[in-house]
């Protein structure tokens, strides 16, 4: 493995989902008393992580295939990759971006790294991942299968 990442969601998702989340406990605890509030808000607040948790998609880089969540491309059917900020990302999410590219965007991350697939069989021109490291992943994509170095293991 020389690249693992897992892109969580931003910490103003975080606060949005509590806030929420307070918000309806206090609803329940103001019509059917403190008990149920605080179990409501514990319910809640429970599905609210488990599914900000579940679906912040994991990044991998081998020494042959690059991996985004369930999809997966192998490194011989990678062109130019290129390293994309908040302001080149932001286009390539919207004026510039192809229906038929493949995205695995998050919001609330502004950077991304936008890969050519050179495979005649795949359907997808590029992908468009968000990355809250782009430069460590676009390294990672285009060093040697056979380089050594030590691995990149980031958290998002």
């Not at 890969?115 to 390294?139: C, G, K």
Request: no cysteine; hydrophobic share 45%; proline share 8%.
């Amino acid at each position: 493995m020389r690249y693992r990442e897992r892109v969580y969601a931003p910490a103003s998702l975080w606060v949005v989902v509590v806030a929420m989340t307070s918000s309806l406990a206090v609803a329940y605890g103001y019509v059917l008393g403190l008990t149920w509030g605080l179990v409501t808000f514990a319910l809640v607040q429970g599905v609210a992580t488990w599914w900000l948790l579940a679906t912040a998609p994991v990044i991998s880089v081998s020494n042959d295939t690059i991996s985004v969540g369930p999809a997966s491309l192998p490194l011989s059917f990678v062109g130019e990759v290129d390293a994309l900020d908040a302001g080149r990302t932001k286009a390539a999410r919207g004026p510039r971006a192809d229906p038929h590219a493949h995205l695995r965007l998050r919001p609330g991350v502004s950077s991304s790294v936008v890969l050519e697939v050179t495979d005649p069989q795949d359907p997808h021109p590029y992908w468009l991942i968000s990355t809250r490291h782009p430069s460590a992943l676009q390294a990672a994509i285009l060093a040697e299968p056979h380089a050594v170095g030590p691995d990149v293991n980031v958290a998002g």
